[in-house]
């Protein structure tokens, strides 16, 4: 923790003079968000005043964290990179591959065994690289990041859509792809737009029933899956300052659902307790001293409608539960209308599970107050109806609820305590009888609840609520039951009440935890070996592409003209391929199978023009490499939307793709193309795209001349033997013409070295 204590003095050592600068150049008081962004800016001291929602900033993060699924490429590629160590504190955490099934430690056991080679190879290029390593079973990465890593006023990104839930700790960070990630490691700058500001007023405090997930929750149905788009979301008020730090945390957590950037919170003094509590004094001392950047200026907060782009604000006094569903998380109903809207909707209203815990509600608060309730049951002589499991977030969380009771206290209502582990909200709950696909309800504590992803069964309706909420709903397994003002009869026939639930913000006798489960990163890594077996289906060693050859590209045969829609759904499905993500050549075999194909209008079937045979996507781009013939994929309008992920820019590139031409493209796409060494192209004139032919074998000339804002030709040779020339633009600036010409970013990256 040494390291990071050094690079948290630093970034404050230098945030005064920077957000003074700011102030300047923008000509006006700063929100938290612009303070912590331009504190962060690659070329220090701000020139320019950057515009929201429009201009594209270099900055550069203080921290790295990624999960095991999405770590694998972003390590693979770091690998290559001809570093030593990371430029960044960075770290790794085990908690997506764990199935939860039977109980922890045997759930625990197979997961370590199935996906041994996997931890190893994470495990031991940690270990080399200056990594911290999360093993199994050590917790959830967003809530290790709070407990370990988050502090107020930094900038960090992780390779998970829920690094958001950092900003319960005053920080922005951002959820990534794998080679953003890799690039912030090897010490490169990383490019965000600047974003637009929702302001969140919140006044009153909480009581009662009512939760900070209940604002999250009404936030959601408020601004809907995505109406946080491009925006950071700050919360201030006098209810921000009175909810806990992971109270704030689950606010944080859940701003995904609604698209935003990321969310936050100024820093305050429930931050102060969460850091000394979690053996963090230094940093709460530091905190103390910078504490006039680590929040808004006070102008911004007295008007905050002359410096937010939208202002929501919610009474805390007056906020009641919300369970939001089923099937989006944007659909709120308070507690008082639920049963009336699941009538009228036909949701089914036996409630059969209930779920606590993930990496949004598994706080102490919020399972002491959780586990009020689960009291209630002996004590009200009642039986609890639904079934109850619990995934707590990290064996801290897990060893202190143990070591208080609390464990127990559930035990005696019939829960299942999980791994410490994603597990159920990610799909990965072996449930009893989910293959019958029979219509039911479950209630949960997550943050997502699309159809199936729970279980895999797409008949389950899945609702999120606080976990206060969903125990009682468990208790009743009703979904029509308010607790705030209904009754359950007992075993005596009595009708009984539920008191409200009661809890504790932090541990009165203090957190503590025998092994967190964390491996330290060796002082000097260079002894230490990576092992990848090459026989190995699920992990290989990158290799460097190949540096552009210094001519035109001639004679590049078309592998598909792809028709609409084309996502990076379209070009690396996920689903059964989520695990080859380490492996570059088995995952490629999902190349473009998910596209439509114009000539026929079918899905992963193309024309191989060496045999004028139809045959998938993949095969037929194989055949083109095997012959050591160059192709070209051409595309729609904002081709490459969705997800960040960089194996739909590498498996082109690595079945011998070498330009894909489209009318237009989604950004992350088209950067994650040029860093991999791809040319990415746009028809000049969109109308264009109708002149490629099934049969087209084509030319790129211009290259040698490649310069910024320079088109070029393209030469489209028919199968009839005519000719037609066409103008391509490309948006690359004289950095990315070089990763173009060393055949990678990569490259060109060990190259400068
Ligand atoms: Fe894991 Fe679900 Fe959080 S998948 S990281 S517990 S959102």
Redesign the pocket.
């Known amino acids: 923790m040494a390291f990071d204590i050094e690079m948290i003095k630093a970034t404050y050592a230098r945030m005064g003079e920077r957000v003074e600068a700011a102030r300047k150049v923008v000509g006006r008081p700063l929100t938290l968000t612009e303070k912590i962004l331009y504190s962060h800016l690659s070329e220090g001291l701000s020139t320019q005043k950057y515009e929201r929602g429009k201009s594209y900033v270099d900055f550069n993060p203080d921290r790295v964290a990624m999960?095991d699924a999405t770590a694998q490429m972003a390590l693979l590629q770091f690998m290559t990179a001809g570093k030593d160590r990371v430029a960044v504190p960075s770290t790794v955490h085990c908690?997506?591959l764990i199935q939860a099934k039977v109980t922890a430690s045997t759930d625990l056991a197979v997961a370590n065994k199935e996906n041994e080679e996997v931890y190893n190879f994470l495990s031991s290029v940690s270990n080399k690289y200056g990594i911290g390593f999360w093993k199994p079973g050590a917790g959830?990465?967003?809530q290790v990041v709070l407990e370990n890593y988050a502090f107020p006023g930094g900038l960090m990104i992780g390779t998970?859509?829920?690094t958001v839930?950092a900003g319960g700790l005053g920080m922005i960070a951002i959820g990534v792809g794998g080679s953003d990630a890799m690039d912030v490691m090897a010490g490169m700058p990383w490019e965000l737009k600047m974003p637009k500001l929702i302001g969140v007023k919140l006044t009153g405090k909480l009581s009662g029933w009512a939760s900070a997930k209940d604002v999250i929750l009404k936030v959601a149905g408020i601004l809907t899956v995505k109406g946080g788009t491009d925006k950071v979301i700050e919360y201030f008020g006098e209810g921000a300052e009175s909810l806990s730090c992971t109270g704030k945390g689950t606010i944080c957590?859940m701003g995904?659902e609604v698209g935003a950037t990321t969310s936050t919170f100024g820093y305050d003094e429930s931050m102060e307790r969460y850091l000394r509590a979690t053996s963090r004094a230094d940093v709460a001392d530091l905190a103390n001293t910078v504490k006039a950047h680590l929040t808004a200026d006070p102008e911004v907060y007295a008007n905050p409608s002359a410096y937010f782009d939208e202002v929501i604000e919610i009474n805390l006094s007056e906020l009641e539960p919300y369970v939001n569903g089923p099937f989006t998380p944007d659909l709120a109903t308070p507690i008082s209308k639920l049963k009336e809207v699941a009538l009228a909707n036909g949701w089914p209203m036996k409630v059969d599970v209930g779920l606590i815990g993930?990496?949004?509600n598994s706080s102490y608060e919020d399972i002491s107050r959780a586990a009020s309730l689960a009291e209630q049951v002996a004590a009200k002589k009642l039986k609890t109806k639904g079934e109850f499991t619990i995934?707590p977030?990290s064996e801290l969380v897990r060893y202190t609820i143990a070591k208080d009771g609390y464990v127990e206290t559930f035990n005696k209502i019939g829960a299942e305590v999980f791994a410490n582990?994603?597990?159920p909200?990610?799909g990965m709950w072996a449930r009893t009888g989910a293959d019958k696909q029979e219509k039911n309800t479950i209630i949960h504590s997550?943050?997502?609840n699309f159809k199936a992803r729970q279980d895999g069964n797409p008949n389950t309706y899945a609702f999120v609520a606080s976990p206060e909420i969903v125990t009682a709903l468990a208790i009743a397994g009703d979904l029509g039951f308010n607790p705030l003002t209904d009754t359950l009869i007992n075993e005596d026939g009595v009708a009984v009440k539920l008191d409200e639930p009661k809890g504790f913000e932090l541990p009165v006798k203090g957190f503590s935890v025998e092994d967190p489960g964390y491996q330290a990163p060796a002082a000097n890594g260079s002894g230490v070996q990576v092992v990848v077996a090459p026989t190995s289906t699920r992990l290989q060693l990158l290799e460097s592409f190949k540096a552009w050859e210094g001519t035109d590209l001639s004679g590049l045969k078309l592998l598909i003209k792809a028709k609409g829609k084309c996502t990076t759904d379209h070009i690396s499905m996920a689903g059964p391929w989520l695990k080859f993500r380490g492996h570059l050549d088995n995952i490629s075999n999902n190349l473009l199978i998910g596209a439509t194909n114009f000539a026929n209008e079918k899905a992963n079937s193309v024309k191989n023009q060496l045999t004028g045979a139809y045959d998938a996507v993949p095969a037929v781009q194989r055949a083109y490499k095997a012959a050591g013939v160059g192709s070209i994929v051409v595309g729609d309008e904002n081709y490459g939307e969705g997800s960040s992920r960089e194996h739909a820019a590498m498996e082109p590139r690595h079945l011998g793709v070498r330009v894909v031409l489209v009318k237009s493209f989604a950004r992350i796409h088209e950067t994650n193309l040029k860093k991999q060494g791809m040319l990415a192209l746009t028809f000049a004139n969109p109308a264009d795209y109708d002149k490629i032919q099934e049969n087209d074998v084509l030319d790129i000339v211009g290259l040698t001349s490649f310069a910024p804002g320079v088109q070029l030709t393209v030469v489209l040779n028919h199968a009839d033997g005519s000719k037609e020339e066409i103008k391509a633009n490309h948006s690359y600036n004289d950095g990315q013409i070089g990763w173009f010409k060393a055949g990678s970013a990569l490259n060109l990256l060990r190259q400068q070295k």
């Open positions: 999960q908690d997506h959830i990465i967003h998970d859509s829920h839930n957590n995904a993930s990496c949004t995934t977030g582990a994603c597990g909200c990610i997550f943050n997502r």
